[in-house]
């Protein structure tokens, strides 16, 4: 068992979209257009990268750009997009929606309002199907529209578009691998209103305390602007950029998945997790320095950054530094109880120290937190075979779905 091999198991890209959804029944579609937006922005004559050289700009025009430019190398065919067209499709959208609004006497009935037009009137909802973020479809905004699906940045991206062209104020934020909607109003006694709404769960709203207990990012990642803070259309389009470059990897190109991570950091400098994420790719190219270098400054960007302690932990390793790879182990397994990765990387630090009791124990702790983590399975197959075990090492194969 080689380090290296299981690091990347250990770890997985973050494509900036985890689904918060529970179970509820979709709702219904009653239309089947694409939706509306007014632009701002009068310049129709700007290039997608000569509009990415301002703060803010004509985000839907952007939107439908970037797919026009991107969207070809994944579908293999052509996509000539009509923008005026669509674009007046989003215009009129947006009018209806402002139409609505008008007979709302209260921030909550607006919000409702807004989610009922994203979900019912649109139709959009999560796709499922799609939990890594891996399908191209998800990332390209006239593609949800069409198709009805999306992930957490697109379905966000519909209520930024249609919302913001209504009067409403909302903007998008980063959470630990996801996207949200942030949207403010003033109650008709002059208190301030603000609530998040979770695009992938049918805009259930939820208050900043919960992202606070459920991902426990550090307080130093909101200062740094990495979490839990409007983010302009520049910034956006880093996350798009962002999960463009982890669909390319996924594709095979991984030099062009790094520039594209480049790209993404050009956006959004203090996006930690595109920092990860290169770190990963630079890893599988054995640019181990650089790899680290990453991980540094993501860490340095949110303290609090569990897997990219455990990558950096992996790498230390590596290097023969084995002590700092350590604290790194011990940090990530105090900081988050409740992840099977940390343990995995205990049991494979004690596994290459010829420790296999300690690396058994802590490859079985992790499939004590999560039975279904298969790496886990997999370590344990090939330490039961090392140790003569070959009945046991069968059993963990099959467990991890591997066919003899």
Same mark, same amino acid.
């Given at each position: 068992?080689?380090?290296?091999?299981?690091?990347?198991i250990?770890?997985?890209?973050?494509?900036?979209?985890?689904?918060?959804?529970?179970?509820?029944?979709?709702?219904?579609?009653?239309d089947?257009g694409?939706?509306?937006?007014?632009?701002?922005?009068?310049?129709?004559?700007?290039?997608?990268?000569?509009?990415?050289?301002?703060?803010?700009?004509?985000?839907?025009?952007?939107?439908?750009?970037?797919?026009?430019?991107?969207?070809?190398e994944?579908?293999?065919?052509?996509?000539?997009?009509?923008?005026?067209?669509?674009?007046a499709?989003?215009?009129?959208?947006?009018?209806?929606?402002?139409?609505e609004?008008?007979?709302?006497?209260?921030?909550?009935?607006?919000?409702?309002?807004?989610?009922?037009?994203?979900?019912?009137?649109?139709?959009?909802?999560?796709?499922?199907?799609?939990?890594?973020?891996?399908?191209?479809?998800?990332?390209?905004?006239?593609?949800?529209?069409?198709?009805?699906?999306?992930?957490?940045?697109?379905?966000?991206?519909?209520?930024?578009?249609?919302?913001?062209?209504?009067?409403?104020?909302?903007?998008?934020?980063?959470?630990?691998?996801?996207?949200?909607?942030?949207?403010?109003?003033?109650?008709?006694n002059?208190?301030?209103?603000?609530?998040?709404?979770?695009?992938?769960?049918?805009?259930?709203?939820?208050?900043?305390?919960?992202?606070?207990?459920?991902?426990?990012?550090?307080?130093?990642?909101?200062?740094?602007?990495?979490y839990?803070?409007?983010?302009?259309?520049?910034?956006?389009?880093?996350?798009?950029?962002?999960?463009?470059?982890?669909?390319?990897?996924?594709?095979?190109?991984?030099?062009?998945?790094?520039?594209?991570?480049?790209?993404?950091?050009?956006?959004?400098?203090?996006?930690?997790?595109?920092?990860?994420?290169?770190?990963?790719?630079?890893?599988?190219?054995?640019?181990?320095?650089?790899?680290?270098?990453?991980?540094?400054?993501?860490?340095?960007? +949110? /303290?609090?950054?569990?897997? *990219?302690?455990? #990558?950096? =932990?992996? %790498?230390?390793?590596? !290097? @023969?530094?084995? &002590?700092? $790879?350590?604290a790194?182990?011990?940090n990530?397994?105090?900081?988050?109880?409740?992840w099977?990765?940390?343990?995995?990387?205990?049991g494979?630090f004690?596994?290459?120290?010829?420790?296999?009791?300690?690396?058994?124990?802590?490859?079985?702790?992790?499939?004590?937190? +999560? /039975?279904?983590?298969?790496? *886990?399975?997999? #370590?344990? =197959?090939? %330490?039961?075979?090392? !140790? @003569?075990?070959? &009945?046991? $090492?069968?059993?963990?194969?099959?467990?991890?779905?591997?066919?003899?």
């Amino acid at each position: 068992m080689r380090l290296p091999n299981l690091l990347l198991i250990a770890v997985s890209l973050l494509a900036g979209c985890t689904s918060q959804q529970r179970e509820p029944g979709v709702p219904p579609a009653d239309d089947g257009g694409s939706r509306t937006h007014v632009s701002d922005v009068a310049d129709d004559s700007a290039s997608l990268d000569q509009m990415l050289e301002q703060d803010d700009f004509d985000l839907p025009r952007a939107l439908l750009l970037f797919s026009e430019e991107y969207y070809p190398e994944f579908s293999g065919t052509r996509h000539d997009v009509d923008i005026k067209a669509k674009l007046a499709r989003f215009d009129e959208y947006a009018r209806q929606l402002r139409t609505e609004l008008r007979k709302d006497k209260s921030p909550r009935q607006r919000v409702r309002t807004l989610v009922d037009f994203v979900h019912i009137k649109l139709g959009l909802r999560f796709d499922q199907n799609d939990a890594r973020g891996e399908n191209p479809e998800n990332l390209f905004f006239d593609r949800v529209l069409q198709r009805r699906f999306g992930y957490c940045v697109t379905l966000s991206l519909a209520y930024l578009v249609f919302g913001q062209a209504a009067g409403l104020d909302v903007a998008g934020m980063r959470i630990p691998a996801h996207f949200v909607v942030q949207f403010k109003d003033t109650e008709s006694n002059g208190q301030p209103y603000k609530v998040i709404l979770e695009t992938t769960d049918f805009g259930d709203t939820r208050d900043e305390t919960w992202y606070w207990a459920e991902h426990r990012f550090s307080a130093t990642s909101v200062e740094n602007r990495v979490y839990l803070t409007p983010l302009s259309d520049r910034e956006i389009f880093g996350t798009l950029y962002n999960n463009l470059a982890g669909v390319t990897f996924v594709r095979g190109n991984t030099q062009l998945a790094i520039e594209r991570y480049n790209r993404a950091l050009e956006l959004a400098p203090n996006n930690a997790e595109s920092m990860y994420n290169r770190s990963v790719l630079q890893h599988t190219l054995h640019n181990d320095r650089e790899a680290l270098k990453d991980l540094n400054e993501a860490i340095r960007l +949110d /303290p609090n950054f569990v897997l *990219a302690m455990i #990558a950096r =932990a992996g %790498l230390l390793w590596e !290097a @023969g530094e084995r &002590e700092p $790879a350590r604290a790194d182990l011990a940090n990530a397994k105090r900081l988050r109880k409740d992840w099977p990765q940390p343990w995995m990387l205990e049991g494979m630090f004690a596994y290459e120290s010829g420790q296999l009791d300690e690396a058994r124990t802590a490859f079985l702790k992790a499939l004590e937190i +999560d /039975p279904k983590y298969n790496s *886990a399975h997999l #370590a344990l =197959a090939e %330490l039961e075979r090392r !140790a @003569g075990n070959d &009945e046991a $090492a069968r059993k963990h194969e099959e467990a991890a779905g591997v066919k003899h």
